[in-house]
Every structure is written in structure tokens, then in C-alpha cells.
């Protein structure tokens, strides 16, 4: 049983966007709007090269944000400010998910790549405010990001969770393979599963998360 699997969890450990909530929300995508806009603005260069940019910098980087940071010194308190200026009426409470997740023994909290203040307008908008114990984002790790090994040791260190009784949930699978290697049980949250050489450091997927919770 997927239950036995996590007898042992007593921290849980939630991304969270694209993972707390669907893909099909889209809310994401007004994010990536305004990392282009300022790409673009702050770089003084094309839509389309600005765009470009934004996507390469979150693929060698693990953020766009650390690619700007990287390759061009950038601030990262104005910038995380202004991308995650967004509507969060996309979203809508989520009483079940609510529910599964506040059965869960233990400790529970939300660590992002985005900001913590971010986080938790999302946490609010879902309708799962009071139920995380810790809400953790990029400034907590020193800005650095997943999948960087020292972003989750400054933020496992400063939440004194023990890995080998802990599991992540996670909607990209590069940000599974550090938790995997300490010890961490782990959840790829996706529409679609990684092909089976691509998945070693995953020990489940399911493309619905709270029904995959209901299990536990």
C-alpha cells in the first residue's frame, strides 16, 4: 500500500506552485509575462529575445532569477516584487485538498523558488491558510535555487527537518533529485510521469494531488 510508503514522514514538504494547485489554472503563466517584461525592460532587448532569455535562464539556472542574477547582477528583491504582482483570482479554495492535507501527522510546510510573501497569497487564495507550519522561499535559501544542493540545506538547516523522515512533493523533477539522494521520500506532481530512466530519484507520481494525499 502507497500508505506503508510514508508510515514514517513526520515533515511534508509542498512546492508550490503548479503543485498546491493545477497546471490548468494557468496562474503561472502571468508570472512568466512579467519576467519577460522586465527581462526585457531592465536587458533593452527584443519580446522574443526577452522570452527566449527567461526560459534558457530558468533551464541552466533552475530560476530565471538566478540566471539574471548570475549573468547580469540584477536585484533580487524588485524583481521577485514585480513578477509576482499577479491576480489570484484564478484561484478558487480547494476544501478537499484543505482537508487531506491537515490530516497529515507531523509537520507541514511550503518551500518555493518563489518568495515567501508570494507563497502565501497563493496558501490564502486556496483556502489552506493556517495549515503549514513554515512557508519558505528563495530569500530564505540565500536566493539560491532549487535544484542548487545549498538551497535545500539552508532551508532543511533552518527547518531542522530530519530527511530520513520527511517526503517532498514537487511538480519538477530536477527539484527531487537532492531530497532523493538525502534520504527524502518523494512525489514528482505532474500531468505526466518522467520516462523510467528519467525517474530513478522519484518514488511516485500521480497527476492529482490531493487524491494521491487521500491515499495516505
Same mark, same amino acid.
Given at each position: 500500500?502507497?500508505? %506503508?510508503?510514508?508510515?514514517?514522514?513526520?515533515?511534508? *514538504?509542498?512546492? #508550490?506552485?503548479?503543485? $498546491?494547485?493545477?497546471?490548468?489554472?494557468? $496562474?503561472?503563466?502571468?508570472?512568466?509575462?512579467? =519576467?519577460?517584461?522586465?527581462?526585457?525592460?531592465? #536587458?533593452?532587448?527584443?519580446?522574443?529575445?526577452?522570452?527566449?532569455?527567461?526560459?534558457?535562464?530558468?533551464?541552466?539556472? +533552475?530560476?530565471? $532569477?538566478?540566471? #539574471?542574477?548570475?549573468?547580469?547582477? &540584477?536585484?533580487?528583491?524588485?524583481?521577485? *516584487?514585480?513578477?509576482? %504582482? &499577479?491576480?489570484?483570482?484564478?484561484?478558487?479554495?480547494?476544501?478537499?485538498?484543505? @482537508?487531506?492535507?491537515?490530516?497529515?501527522? +507531523?509537520?507541514?510546510? *511550503?518551500?518555493?523558488?518563489? @518568495?515567501?510573501?508570494?507563497?502565501?497569497?497563493? &496558501? %490564502?487564495?486556496?483556502?489552506? @491558510?493556517? $495549515?503549514?507550519?513554515?512557508?519558505?522561499?528563495?530569500?530564505?535559501? +540565500?536566493?539560491?535555487?532549487?535544484?542548487? /544542493?545549498?538551497?535545500?540545506?539552508?532551508?532543511?538547516? !533552518? %527547518?531542522?527537518?530530519?530527511? !530520513?523522515? !520527511?517526503? =517532498?512533493?514537487?511538480?519538477?523533477?530536477?527539484? #527531487?533529485?537532492? /531530497?532523493?539522494?538525502?534520504?527524502?521520500?518523494?512525489?514528482?506532481?505532474? /500531468? @505526466?510521469?518522467?520516462? /523510467? !530512466?528519467?525517474?530513478?530519484?522519484?518514488?511516485?507520481?500521480?497527476?492529482?494531488?490531493? +487524491?494521491?494525499?487521500?491515499?495516505?
Amino acid at each position: 500500500m502507497v500508505a %506503508d510508503a510514508f508510515a514514517h514522514v513526520r515533515t511534508w *514538504v509542498f512546492d #508550490l506552485d503548479n503543485t $498546491l494547485y493545477p497546471p490548468a489554472t494557468r $496562474l503561472f503563466d502571468q508570472i512568466d509575462r512579467r =519576467m519577460t517584461d522586465y527581462v526585457q525592460r531592465t #536587458l533593452g532587448v527584443e519580446r522574443n529575445e526577452a522570452d527566449a532569455l527567461r526560459a534558457r535562464y530558468w533551464r541552466e539556472y +533552475g530560476t530565471t $532569477l538566478a540566471g #539574471l542574477m548570475a549573468r547580469h547582477g &540584477i536585484e533580487p528583491e524588485a524583481f521577485l *516584487v514585480e513578477v509576482h %504582482d &499577479i491576480d489570484f483570482s484564478v484561484l478558487t479554495p480547494d476544501p478537499a485538498l484543505r @482537508s487531506r492535507i491537515d490530516a497529515l501527522p +507531523g509537520r507541514r510546510i *511550503v518551500y518555493t523558488n518563489g @518568495s515567501a510573501p508570494y507563497a502565501r497569497q497563493v &496558501i %490564502d487564495a486556496l483556502g489552506l @491558510s493556517g $495549515l503549514f507550519d513554515a512557508t519558505y522561499g528563495v530569500e530564505n535559501a +540565500g536566493y539560491h535555487p532549487k535544484p542548487r /544542493p545549498e538551497a535545500f540545506q539552508a532551508v532543511f538547516t !533552518a %527547518d531542522r527537518l530530519d530527511p !530520513a523522515r !520527511a517526503a =517532498m512533493f514537487e511538480d519538477d523533477a530536477r527539484n #527531487l533529485r537532492v /531530497p532523493h539522494a538525502l534520504g527524502m521520500r518523494t512525489v514528482h506532481v505532474a /500531468p @505526466s510521469p518522467l520516462p /523510467p !530512466a528519467d525517474a530513478a530519484h522519484i518514488h511516485h507520481h500521480t497527476d492529482d494531488l490531493s +487524491g494521491f494525499l487521500a491515499r495516505l
